[in-house]
């Protein structure tokens, strides 16, 4: 069993950053791909950013590309999403996914836990 759970969500204006973050428990991070999902509401959940197990390689959404950067600390056992120059169109519940594979994938059905989500708001 894996538990995920993600922080560093909230209200912030256009412009701003906030960094998420998504602690993992109960397996070997080490060894997974982890993604960042978020799904604003009327929309389709969306892949963000993907990481593989190493770091090495990394996918994001054209939508955030020079803007989120994703990373992690495997000794920490967390994954992690700053988010730079925020829109209000980055509003959103974000949740981080762990897929039990050491390689990304960016569809949301090869991703095999997920935490609850955290809100991010981006004002105007």
């Known amino acids: 069993q894996v538990q995920l759970v993600e922080s560093g969500g909230g209200l912030v204006q256009a412009g701003g950053s906030l960094r998420l973050s998504c602690a993992a428990s109960g397996r070997t991070f080490s060894s997974y791909a982890m993604g960042w999902f978020r799904q604003a509401p009327g929309k389709e959940r969306e892949l963000v950013a993907a990481i593989s197990w190493s770091g090495s390689s990394t996918y994001y959404a054209d939508s955030v590309k020079g803007r989120f950067t994703i990373s992690r600390d495997n000794a920490k056992n967390t994954v992690y999403l700053q988010m730079n120059s925020l829109k209000p169109e980055d509003t959103a519940v974000y949740c981080c996914?762990?897929?039990?594979?050491?390689?990304?994938?960016?569809?949301?059905?090869?991703?095999?836990?997920w935490g609850q989500g955290t809100q991010v708001t981006v004002s105007s």
């Open positions: 996914a762990l897929r039990a594979s050491r390689y990304l994938a960016q569809y949301d059905s090869a991703y095999d836990y």
